[in-house]
Structures are given as structure tokens and as C-alpha cells.
């Protein structure tokens, strides 16, 4: 994932654990931080932003479907307790509900709000 003012956040996770599971929604969170020497285009991308994304996959070995969503918080400054991510969001963007296909070995990309690029690939290869 990236914005137009940050660098790129890669988080690798293994598939087994973004599988669908009834009343539970996969959360991971990307840290969009921005970066200096960075053309800013609007305040927001002054501010430290944080996406939410919840990705379910349904079963498949070669090929699968995966439903995402989502959100992108954006903070007056980043802070964390217990490495967790605290503070009041100054703006919340919502992420509408996607259903992809995913290939093995094919990325996937999706642009969303704000500029922002997210990439989804699955891969056999471990974490």
C-alpha cells in the first residue's frame, strides 16, 4: 500500500489466516506515513494515515476470492500504547466493500480514496 506521500508499506501474512470465518472480519493495519520531500496536495497529506483493511478469503488452492474493505484514519500525529494505535482520527474515510479474484503469482491492485494504491498478491511462497 502506498499514498501519493509516503513510501511503500509491504506486510506479508500467510493465507490461512485471512480465511472467512463467521462473525469475524481479518484486520491489517498499513501505516501511511508521510515522507519529506514529498509534493503535499492537501493537509491530509500533511497528517500521519493509518488504513484498516479487512480481507476474507474463501478456500482454493491456485485461485481464490478475496472480500475487502476498509478504512483510512488520519491522525494529527502517530502514537501507540501497548503497540497499539491510539488517538483520535481527525478524518475517516471509508473503504466500500470489494470482492476480488486473486491468481497465484498475480497481483492485484486497487485504487482508493485519497490516491492511494493497494496491491493484494498470493503467492506459495512462506512469510
Not at 488517538?87 to 466493500?97: F, K, L, V, W
Request: proline share 8%; charged share 20%; aromatic share 8%.
Amino acid at each position: 500500500m502506498q499514498s501519493p506521500v509516503s513510501g511503500a508499506t509491504i506486510i506479508t501474512v500467510t493465507a490461512d489466516s485471512l480465511m472467512k470465518q463467521d462473525n469475524t472480519h481479518n484486520a491489517i493495519l498499513y501505516a501511511l506515513r508521510p515522507m519529506p520531500g514529498k509534493a503535499f496536495t492537501s493537509e491530509l497529506d500533511r497528517k500521519f494515515a493509518a488504513a484498516t483493511m479487512y480481507i476474507d478469503l474463501s478456500p482454493g488452492e491456485k485461485s481464490r476470492t478475496a472480500e475487502i474493505s476498509g478504512e483510512i484514519n488520519y491522525y494529527d500525529h502517530e502514537r501507540y500504547v501497548n503497540a497499539r494505535l491510539v488517538g483520535d482520527s481527525i478524518r475517516t474515510i471509508p473503504i466500500a466493500p470489494k470482492t476480488i479474484p486473486l491468481t497465484l503469482n498475480k497481483p492485484f491492485s486497487i485504487n482508493l480514496p485519497q490516491g492511494i494504491h493497494y496491491s493484494v498478491m498470493l503467492t506459495d511462497s512462506q512469510p
